[in-house]
């Protein structure tokens, strides 16, 4: 079972992040548009699910919704926020964002994509270190008197 996850904690991790908090009501929420707003922001609301855990649900409102939906996902979704988005809940609706915090199976699963995505390019610097390594070696001796026999 998921832990209880508090709407202001996710909206201080937002606000945090340079995303501007609405302050909209839960009834607000529940009947407004998302592109009546002059403003791009979110909103975050109380949620329970069916087993009674607290959830997160987050609004994105404004004339751009869809890049502030993203914008909310990579930033709730980064490692220091450890937290799990799901745009898929059938409570949801297309402009809002179900939030819970990540389980520690999720984050291992995070670390390691992220591990593998990177992979290739610490193969690289290594091999590039490596590289300039026996270059300065080389020069060092060189300069010491010391030259290859070929």
């Not at 908090?21 to 592109?35: A, F, R």
Request: charged fraction near 25%; charge should be neutral.
């Amino acid at each position: 079972m998921s832990r209880a996850t508090r709407a202001h904690s996710i909206r201080r991790h937002l606000v945090d992040g340079g995303i501007v908090d609405l302050g909209l009501t839960v009834d607000e929420q529940k009947t407004s548009h998302p592109t009546q707003y002059d403003t791009n922001g979110f909103a975050a609301r109380q949620h329970v699910d069916d087993a009674g855990v607290l959830l997160v649900i987050v609004g994105a409102y404004g004339p751009d919704w869809s890049a502030t939906m993203r914008e909310v996902r990579h930033q709730l979704e980064q490692p220091h926020v450890k937290c799990h988005v799901d745009g898929e809940a059938p409570v949801l609706a297309d402009h809002e964002l179900l939030v819970r915090w990540a389980t520690g199976a999720e984050l291992k699963a995070r670390r390691a994509a992220q591990e593998a995505r990177q992979a290739p390019l610490k193969a690289l610097m290594r091999q590039q270190e490596a590289q300039q390594r026996a270059e300065n070696e080389k020069r060092d001796l060189e300069r010491g008197g010391q030259f290859g026999l070929f």
